[in-house]
């Protein structure tokens, strides 16, 4: 079945870039996600990415992905103490109106000052 | 900013008891979704609604679970009995989808969740 892996834990000073990685089984899947969730909340998508991109980028986040070896990767540049918390890759399987969510475990960021 | 709100925060219960979890969606997403999420785990889909219909609910335990959204808008997720084991977050989120999978309208935008403990 579908899967998605996530290194469980980065810890990164303050001002340093961060780079949180994932990779997914499904080839079919058509979008692909970065969520945050910080402590007690819910999930807020930071960025995604369409499957026939390679790059995206937005402000101070860069969304790396190789379609070939279905590896996606989060860059946070200039990395801040606001930016700790659980980062979670998801991507989109399925299509139509049964398209769904895959989570990995999801990364904890930890931001030394 | 519109939001999916959810209620409760937190929620208290001893084993056997019934529990039950509200969602308002986005104004206008006609899809809505209940995910569990397990400490240490990312969230697992529940049950997915287009609407009033349920288009997913495979990976909700039936013989105890129940979720509905009578009027295609709130929606209700309800427990009973709670076991131990269910003691997790609940989340709901809705998105816009349409009839195209494949579209930004996927983006599935999330509540804060209702955290339950069952003692």
């Known amino acids: 079945g579908e899967d998605v892996e996530q290194s469980l834990f980065l810890s990164v000073r303050e001002g340093d870039s961060s780079v949180i990685n994932c990779t997914y089984t499904?080839?079919?899947?058509?979008?692909l996600y970065w969520y945050k969730q910080e402590p007690g909340a819910g999930l807020q998508l930071l960025t995604y990415?369409?499957?026939?991109?390679d790059m995206k980028q937005d402000q101070r986040l860069t969304v790396l992905l190789n379609k070939k070896d279905k590896h996606l990767s989060l860059r946070i540049a200039d990395t801040q103490t606001g930016d700790s918390a659980i980062y979670f890759c998801a991507e989109m399987v399925g299509g139509g109106s049964q398209g769904n969510l895959i989570f990995g475990k999801g990364t904890k960021l930890s931001v030394k000052p | 900013e519109a939001e999916v709100a959810q209620s409760p925060r937190y929620k208290i219960t001893e084993k056997s008891q019934a529990v039950a979890f509200w969602c308002d969606p986005i104004s206008g997403h006609a899809t809505l979704y209940w995910y569990r999420q397990i400490l240490g785990q990312g969230p697992e889909l529940l049950v997915q609604?287009?609407?009033?219909?349920?288009?997913?609910d495979s990976q909700l335990p039936k013989d105890r679970f129940s979720a509905e959204r009578l009027k295609g808008v709130d929606s209700t997720l309800k427990i009973q009995p709670a076991e131990l084991g269910d003691s997790a977050m609940y989340l709901c989120?809705?998105?816009?989808?349409?009839?195209?999978?494949?579209?930004?309208?996927?983006?599935?935008?999330f509540g804060a969740g209702t955290r339950l403990s069952v003692l």
């Open positions: 499904d080839s079919s899947s058509t979008y």
């Open positions: 989120a809705s998105s816009a989808l349409g009839s195209s999978g494949a579209s930004p309208w996927n983006i599935q935008y």
């Open positions: 990415i369409f499957s026939n991109m």
């Open positions: 609604f287009q609407d009033e219909s349920v288009v997913d």
